[in-house]
């Protein structure tokens, strides 16, 4: 079983709206808990990291949130644009290696 | 701007050929990754180098291995490709101290 789930697997919203991506993690301890963007054939970008002892971090449109007492993060994206379209993956690290999400694929439509 | 660049975007081979993979980056950075991505799977460490000729055998070692003569440039070798190794393969690349990785574009490879 994958220690970090996201949901949903995809999603598809309208030009202008808000959405939240969901992570779900077991792996503890760990040193900190990122966001990527990966658009369709490329590699993935860091929009957002966090340690455990923080619970919110933001990027522009973008805002992370951490509960580590639930094990839980979200990512919540404002005012949606159609560049938003990407795979975005969570991603807890700890010592050198990483955990990765199989990612929630989000569809802006116009 | 760190930049981590990979030899191919698209690759085709043959079963049984000998395929390698070439990741630089311009950043000076002790630590350098291959990944393999896969629909459903999410990313899996292949091998990892924490140094010049170092390297530490990831999640889903089997069928590869990795070549670190220079800081830069890390490469990953398919000995005998096989079918299912068809994949998008990623590098990445991070300082020692900094654990954020940025990552190449990715190599997607098809073997036939």
């Known amino acids: 079983k994958n220690q970090v789930e996201q949901s949903p697997q995809s999603l598809i919203i309208l030009e202008g709206k808000n959405c939240t991506l969901q992570?779900?993690?077991?792996?503890?301890?760990?040193?900190?808990l990122r966001w990527y963007k990966q658009d369709t054939g490329r590699g993935p970008v860091s929009l957002t990291i966090?340690?455990?002892?923080?619970n919110t971090k933001s990027n522009g449109r973008y805002t992370a949130t951490l509960d580590a007492d639930t094990k839980q993060s979200s990512l919540h994206i404002t005012a949606s644009q159609l560049s938003d379209s990407a795979s975005y993956i969570c991603?807890?690290?700890?010592?050198?290696?990483?955990?990765f999400g199989t990612g929630t694929r989000l569809k802006v439509l116009a | 701007d760190v930049k981590v660049t990979q030899s191919s975007r698209y690759l085709v081979k043959r079963t049984g050929e000998k395929v390698f993979l070439e990741c630089v980056q311009d950043?000076?950075?002790?630590?350098m990754f291959w990944y393999r991505q896969d629909p459903g799977l999410g990313l899996r460490l292949i091998y990892f180098?924490?140094?010049?000729?170092?390297?530490e055998k990831g999640d889903i070692p089997e069928g590869y291995s990795v070549s670190r003569e220079k800081k830069e440039r890390f490469s990953l070798i398919l000995e005998s490709a096989s079918t299912n190794q068809t994949s998008m393969y990623l590098c990445?690349?991070?300082?020692?101290?900094?654990?954020?990785?940025?990552f190449g574009p990715g190599t997607r490879l098809t073997v036939l």
């Open positions: 992570c779900n993690y077991t792996v503890s301890p760990f040193s900190n």
């Open positions: 180098s924490y140094d010049v000729k170092m390297k």
């Open positions: 991603v807890v690290s700890r010592d050198y290696k990483y955990i």
């Open positions: 950043m000076d950075h002790e630590n």
């Open positions: 966090m340690t455990f002892s923080e």
């Open positions: 990445a690349s991070r300082q020692a101290s900094y654990n954020e990785q940025f």
